[in-house]
Structures are given as structure tokens and as C-alpha cells.
């Protein structure tokens, strides 16, 4: 577990672009490359952007993604509440805080939102990192800011957070049970539409793999596609022959399909709904001539059992498909 003071440096300082308003000069900053080609185009801070792209994020995806929480939220309108009961000129220091254990995974998501709501610069504490372990009632962001901004941009900030961070946490109770063997959980495309990019990255804080990001990252041969193409043979074929640079994987849900496809030459084995017993076979079979995936039937008490046989991925679609949230809580207090 992270202590707070291992990842706390000095607060910063965060220049803002308001929501809908472009970036002045068509850039984000002297060090950002905003208009240039080859170099994101976005409106959040050089820094910020930086972070999110060396997390393997993108920053105008990230940032649209942001602006379409909060113009859902806001609809056309302003946060009535907000602007009735808090004076325009307060300014407070909200705590994002873990309510309990698990996994973060966000927080630069959290700071875009952030920064497309306030109208003017903010204060950020970074007091633990992305893909750390946090307990109840730690301390993971502060924000200093407009009080009405920040209470504006919460509840948008929140709704990623805790999804990414309930993603992260669950993903670490797999890796963890998988801890001493060579095998890998990793995710499905069974994703938000919209937060594919966002849901995989809090996979990756959770110590898993990605699958596939795209159907053009590679190519996944299932049944359907199998009937379609009259055998697991041809259709395994077809794809190679069309797509020959494409590294090909095949679901089989039976022994002698796993054989068939390794003659083949598949690269990677999708062994759907075998046992413990049957992947053990399959793993004989193949002899490492191919990478093999454990998918169906899959839980956390049976995991272990699994890797054990030395199967080389465990694909749990429920990671992102499934995953309760990671509750985190918003708590005001008066800037210092």
C-alpha cells in the first residue's frame, strides 16, 4: 500500500480552458504542439495532456470524453443548485477520498474533467498515483479551486473515477490470485461503448493485459465466424490469406479443434468453457507452438487452478463489463 507522502510533490499550479471555450491561439501552451501535425490538438494543459499520454492515454480523446460528461450533466443549462446556495466568489479545497480499499485508477481523468469546468486556474495535490492500493478514508487528489466549479465538475469526476477504480480493483483481485504463475488476466472488448480506451487503461493500473483494442488489432476467429466459413480449418484460412500480417486467434471448444488449428498455424488458442482438466491437455498438445487463453467457466476461486496448468491468458470479460464501482467521495473543506 502507498502512504500519501510517497507520491504528494509540490501543488501546481493547472492554467484552465473553460468548457466550449477554444484554446487561445489555437494551442494549449508554447510546449504542447497543439495545430502542429503529428502532435494531439487538444485544449487541457501542456502537463496534464503529458501525463495522460505517457499513461498511454490520448489527450483529445480523453478530453472529449470529458466534455461530454459534463455537458450531459449540465444540458444546455448550470448547476442550479450550486449557483443558488454558494457565493460566486468562494473558493474551498475538496478532498477526493477513498470510502474503501482497493485500486485507483483515473485521477488524471478526473483533473481533465476538472479543468473543463473551472473558469479559473487550480491548485492540484497528487497524493497517490494511478494503479496504487489505497485504504478507506485516504486521500487520493485535492483540489483547490472556485467552490461552485468544483461542485459542478463532482459528480462527473466521480462517475469516471469510481468506474475506473472499481475496474482497477477488480482486476488486482485477479492478478492477485494469479500472483506466482506465469498466466495473465487480461480484459475482452465487452467494454462502455464510448470508454473502451479509459476501461482498458484502468485493466493495465490493475495488473492486468489488454486483448484487442479494435477488430482491426487482430483477428479473433469465433463460432459464427466459423460457420460462416464452413470449418475452423477454412475459416482460420480465409483470414490468413487475406490478412496475412495479422496475428490470428481461434476459439476451438473441443481437444481434437485444438489440434486442427495449431496444424494450422493459428498464433494464439481461445480454449472456450474447458475444464481445468481439458486445458491441461490442451497445453500438452500444443507444447508451446502456440499462446493459449482460458475463456468461460472462469472465477477467482478457480483461477489459480487454471494458471497452474500453464494456460498463458485468462480472459474475464466481467472485468469491465461487470465491475462494481470503487467508492470515492468528494469532501469540502475551506482552502487553506
Not at 85 to 100: I, M, Q, S
Not at 143 to 166: I, K, M, P, Q, W
Not at 185 to 203: H, N, Q, S
Amino acid at each position: 500500500m502507498s502512504t500519501p507522502d510517497e507520491h504528494r510533490p509540490e501543488p501546481v499550479d493547472v492554467p484552465l480552458i473553460q468548457i466550449g471555450v477554444p484554446a487561445s491561439g489555437g494551442g494549449c501552451g508554447d510546449d504542447c504542439g497543439c495545430g502542429d501535425e503529428d502532435v494531439y490538438e487538444c485544449g487541457l494543459d501542456p502537463s496534464l495532456a503529458a501525463l495522460l499520454a505517457e499513461s498511454g492515454l490520448d489527450p483529445v480523446q480523453v478530453e472529449d470524453i470529458a466534455h461530454v460528461a459534463i455537458e450531459e450533466d449540465l444540458d444546455g443549462g448550470v448547476d442550479v443548485t450550486t449557483a443558488a446556495t454558494v457565493p460566486e466568489d468562494a473558493v474551498a479545497t475538496g478532498d477526493f477520498t477513498a470510502r474503501e480499499a482497493g485500486t485507483v485508477a483515473g485521477l488524471r481523468v478526473a483533473e481533465a474533467i476538472l479543468s473543463i469546468v473551472c473558469t479559473e486556474e487550480f491548485e492540484v495535490e497528487r497524493h497517490v498515483a494511478d494503479g496504487d492500493r489505497v485504504e478507506a478514508g485516504q486521500k487520493l487528489l485535492s483540489v483547490t479551486t472556485r467552490t461552485r466549479d468544483l461542485l459542478t465538475a463532482e459528480r462527473s469526476a466521480l462517475n469516471l473515477l469510481c468506474r475506473l477504480s472499481g475496474i482497477a480493483t477488480a482486476t488486482r483481485a485477479w492478478a492477485d490470485a494469479l500472483e506466482g504463475t506465469s498466466a495473465k488476466v487480461r480484459d475482452t472488448r465487452k467494454t462502455t461503448p464510448g470508454l473502451r480506451a479509459l476501461e482498458k487503461y484502468a485493466v493495465r493500473c490493475g495488473g492486468g493485459v489488454n486483448h484487442r483494442m479494435s477488430l482491426s488489432d487482430a483477428a479473433l476467429v469465433k463460432d459464427n465466424h466459423v460457420v460462416a466459413a464452413g470449418g475452423v480449418a477454412e475459416a482460420f484460412k480465409a483470414v490468413r490469406e487475406t490478412f496475412p500480417e495479422v496475428a490470428i486467434e481461434v476459439e476451438v471448444d473441443t481437444l481434437d479443434q485444438v489440434t486442427e488449428v495449431l496444424e494450422a498455424g493459428a498464433d494464439l488458442i481461445l480454449l472456450d468453457n474447458f475444464t481445468p482438466e481439458q486445458t491441461a491437455r490442451a497445453v500438452e498438445l500444443v507444447g508451446g507452438r502456440a499462446f493459449l487463453e482460458s475463456s468461460g467457466r472462469l472465477t477467482l476461486e478457480t483461477a489459480a487452478q487454471y494458471a497452474a496448468t500453464g494456460v498463458d491468458y485468462l480472459a474475464v470479460g466481467a472485468l469491465t463489463h461487470s465491475s462494481p464501482i470503487l467508492d470515492i467521495g468528494l469532501d469540502l473543506r475551506e482552502a487553506a
